[in-house]
């Protein structure tokens, strides 16, 4: 029974969303109770399937009983196992805030909501399981299809973010894909595993080397990486509110979890090509994008601009702390990346309250929430807390060790990118919270209604989840140390 | 320079690749027409396929079942099925994403009116 837990992981979402088009027909209020229902079922599977990892070591599930090197395989091992709790726990926390709000926001398409949110849960646990380059480009395309669809979902102009997105989107499966395929006619598989086992004999061969780039720029597109986030903010901000948490929370991280997987598990980690270590490169990127994001961030002015800025410079700093190429490091990079999306999606949460109960866009504005809402504040300032990341919180521990990861690897830049990075957020969290506690009179159009309790559960349970891993910290790090490191590392 | 130019005509194939990529590229970053856009999106993906079957393309080979059960089989003689399959599948996502996109044009024509992306935007503001 272990055995079958990943595909079990992954058909439970997919049968639900294709099921419920033909379900929900005619009962469209039973949407709700059934995918979250769907969802909740994955976290105790998920949770299963990292308690049967840790007892019996990772699974490697062959579909259909094709053996690996000709099959398609999966890969449940400890990173991809805890990178599902996370998932499973986060997709179900935004469908409980999104009860309220989805039916003001989406106009109407609940139905369709439910559907490509099943949709893209099921396509981002195929993305952290596969164990095979071609099964990964078909995930990334099945959740960036659902993603595209989230954004447009509501129409207006939402409508044109998502069309640059998918402009782009595509743009950077085909680049995959065309790296994807580079590989294969170099190796002759596509199995990850038998992949890291033919490279080392070709990592001079021309091909490898352009497929590596065509697969990194294919893939930074993906996780909005610096030089390619331009579709990120837009479509994150122009969103609507019941979406943008979970894509913001989970799309990007995971996509930055499949290049973990090729950098690492085929690449290996000391790899140099042509005198240029492949890890230092992604590092210098990374440092570029800490730096770019906040500062992109520090000059926004709507709110959910700010926080998708935040995010694509956290990409960056994941991106450091596990290209350092030792092993702190890259266990800070993983726990920060399980930080982040926790943090991402309380920060979404936040701005779908401020703007579907107060109307609220703009960081100004802010003061007209103030205080009259002071646990909406105290939600703030724990997030703000992780974002700049000062204990107690998890975004603390999650730099320190992505910090002590560059110092073991004498990259001070790195340990100056990060640094010059938390000041920025520092920067752009005074700005917020200055607008906050402006006394402002209260606007005739600021709505003040009493918050619905599932806005209220999904913001406690993500603020409190960010002390939380804050507190667990050691024992996390310790277990990622130990169960979730590469193999050739 | 005469031996580089005579190596790249020596495939003909990934010069063909080439060309349709770059000119799918330079659609969608030139054209303001969003279903023309959509139309070098398409190339572009169309291209990566193309390169994927002609890599796999062999002389003198036959289709992938074998011909006899006695005799040891000799990979030579079948052509490789799975970057058909690999090419199959490709397709098969490339076709659903020109859906989603037309749809969201079709969209975007609804409510702006218009499929030029200046307008759009102008109406945006």
Not at chain 1, 207 to 212: E, Q, S
Not at chain 1, 362 to 378: N, R, S
Not at chain 2, 6 to 11: E, K, M, S
Not at chain 2, 12 to 37: A, C, E, S
């Amino acid at each position: 029974m272990n055995y079958h837990l990943p595909a079990l992981l992954f058909l439970l979402p997919l049968f639900a969303a294709i099921a419920m088009p033909v379900v929900c027909l005619k009962h469209r209020e039973w949407s709700r109770p059934i995918s979250l229902a769907v969802l909740s079922a994955m976290v105790v599977v998920s949770v299963l399937n990292l308690n049967s990892v840790i007892q019996y070591g990772e699974v490697r599930y062959a579909f259909s009983g094709w053996a690996p090197p000709l099959g398609i395989e999966w890969v449940a091992d400890g990173l991809a196992s805890v990178v599902l709790v996370a998932l499973s726990l986060l997709g179900l926390l935004s469908l409980i805030f999104a009860g309220p709000t989805a039916p003001k926001d989406l106009g109407g398409r609940v139905v369709h909501f439910y559907v490509l949110i099943l949709l893209l849960v099921a396509a981002l646990t195929g993305i952290a399981f596969a164990g095979d380059l071609f099964n990964l480009f078909v995930f990334l395309e099945v959740a960036a299809i659902a993603s595209y669809g989230l954004v447009g979902v509501a129409g207006g102009p939402a409508l044109f973010a998502a069309f640059r997105y998918l402009l782009l989107g595509t743009l950077g499966a085909s680049l995959y894909l065309l790296g994807v395929s580079y590989f294969y006619a170099a190796s002759g598989t596509l199995n990850m595993a038998d992949m890291a086992e033919q490279l080392p004999h070709l990592l001079t061969s021309k091909a490898v080397v352009g497929g590596l780039l065509f697969m990194f720029i294919g893939l930074g597109i993906k996780m909005a990486l610096v030089p390619f986030h331009v579709w990120l903010p837009d479509a994150y901000t122009h969103a609507p509110e019941s979406v943008s948490p979970i894509l913001a929370a989970l799309v990007t991280k995971v996509a930055l979890l499949g290049w973990i997987r090729i950098i690492y598990w085929v690449l290996g980690a000391q790899v140099i090509i042509h005198d240029i270590p492949v890890l230092l490169l992604m590092g210098v990127l990374g440092t570029l994008a800490a730096v770019i994001g906040a500062v992109l961030a520090l000059m926004a002015r709507r709110i959910k601009m700010m926080f998708a800025y935040g995010g694509i410079s956290h990409i960056g700093i994941i991106l450091i702390g596990v290209t350092q190429g030792n092993k702190t490091g890259f266990a800070g990079g993983v726990f920060y990346l399980l930080n982040d999306a926790v943090m991402q999606a309380a920060l979404f949460f936040l701005a779908g309250v401020a703007i579907c109960q107060y109307g609220v866009r703009t960081v100004e504005d802010l003061g007209h929430i103030g205080k009259q809402v002071p646990w909406l504040t105290v939600a703030l300032i724990v997030i703000a807390l992780g974002m700049i990341g000062l204990p107690p919180t998890g975004g603390f521990f999650g730099k320190w060790y992505i910090i002590l990861g560059a110092l073991e690897a004498q990259n001070y830049v790195a340990v100056a990118a990060v640094l010059l990075s938390t000041l920025l957020t520092l920067a752009y969290f005074v700005k917020v919270f200055e607008a906050m506690f402006r006394q402002r009179p209260p606007r005739s159009d600021v709505l003040q209604s009493e918050l619905p309790f599932s806005c209220k559960l999904s913001l406690g349970v993500t603020t409190a989840s960010i002390v939380l891993l804050g507190l667990f910290s050691d024992p996390i790090v310790q277990w990622l140390l130990t169960q979730a490191l590469p193999p050739t590392l | 320079m005469v031996d580089a130019v005579l190596v790249l005509f020596q495939r003909p194939n990934f010069l063909t690749f080439v060309i349709i990529f770059l000119w799918g590229f330079y659609i969608m970053l030139t054209r303001y027409n969003l279903v023309k856009k959509l139309v070098g999106m398409y190339l572009v993906q169309t291209s990566v396929i193309f390169f994927l079957v002609s890599i796999s393309a062999k002389k003198g080979a036959t289709v992938p079942v074998l011909l006899t059960t006695t005799d040891p089989v000799q990979a030579a003689d079948y052509v490789n099925p799975l970057p058909h399959v690999l090419t199959l599948t490709a397709i098969v996502v490339g076709v659903a994403t020109l859906g989603v996109a037309l749809a969201l044009c079709a969209a975007i024509y609804r409510k702006y009116g218009s499929l030029d992306e200046e307008e759009i935007l102008r109406k945006l503001q």
